[in-house]
T-cell receptor, first 113, second 110 residues
Framework: KAGVTQTPRYLIKTRGQQVTLSCSPI?????VSWYQQTPGQGLQFLFE???????NKGNFPGRFSGRQFSNSRSEMNVSTLELGDSALYLC????????????FGSGTRLTVV | QKEVEQDPGPLSVPEGAIVSLNCTYS??????FMWYRQYSRKGPELLMY????GNKEDGRFTAQVDKSSKYISLFIRDSQPSDSATYLC??????????FGTGTRLQVFP
């Protein structure tokens, strides 16, 4: 059974650019959540999607956005990148929108220079 | 002050030792408590899940929740080099987003 797939694995971008990260959940999982992981702050919740609807949003600026498609795949977008956006971005999927059912992907490592 | 505090370590122990990992929290409304293990260059994987107070055991792992002290623990018995990883505690007051600790790095040497 394939796990959660995140692409790309690594990304280097310049300040001011925008970036799109992709997440393919486990087959049959309809809920996708995104987290940002940094050494100082740990994992912080970005947003959660279920059946193409955003159910929950974390305390991040509007430069961070996301969406979910009808096949449950999800994308997140960060516009006007800042150095502080450098982080590991993790996607987690679950059958239903409950946090104890999470399976995480391996993440996308974003470096902003 | 962060809602969830976790000692970053690193914690270095010999193979076979009993490991104790801990988190404290400030929000008394937290009801769901979890421990995740994260290997280098991988995403976190769920180890233990507890609802409300009490103990839970799964093989070599035991999770404890003390809501009166706002303190949770994970014990690893007979630790193995393969247990070397970062351990993250996580909690929430409903089934929505998780609040994570920053993680404790554990090294088990042969």
């Amino acid at each position: 059974k394939a796990g959660v797939t995140q692409t790309p694995r690594y990304l280097i971008k310049t300040r001011g650019q925008q970036v799109t990260l992709s997440c393919s959940p486990i087959s049959g999982h309809r809920s996708v959540s995104w987290y940002q992981q940094t050494p100082g702050q740990g994992l912080q919740f970005l947003f959660e999607y279920f059946s193409e609807t955003q159910r929950n949003k974390g305390n991040f600026p509007g430069r961070f956005s996301g969406r979910q498609f009808s096949n449950s795949r999800s994308e997140m977008n960060v516009s006007t990148l800042e150095l502080g956006d450098s982080a590991l971005y993790l996607c987690a999927s679950s059958l239903e929108p409950v946090n104890y059912g999470y399976t995480f992907g391996s993440g996308t490592r974003l470096t902003v220079v | 002050q962060k809602e969830v505090e976790q000692d970053p370590g690193p914690l270095s122990v010999p193979e076979g030792a009993i490991v104790s990992l801990n988190c404290t929290y400030s929000n008394s409304a937290f009801q769901y408590f979890m421990w995740y293990r994260q290997y280098s260059r991988k995403g976190p994987e769920l180890l233990m899940y507890t609802y409300s107070s009490g103990n839970k055991e799964d093989g070599r792992f035991t999770a404890q929740v003390d809501k009166s002290s706002k303190y949770i623990s994970l014990f690893i018995r007979d630790s193995q080099p393969s247990d070397s990883a970062t351990y993250l505690c996580a909690m929430s007051y409903n089934t929505d987003k998780l609040i994570f600790g920053t993680g404790t790095r554990l090294q088990v040497f042969p």
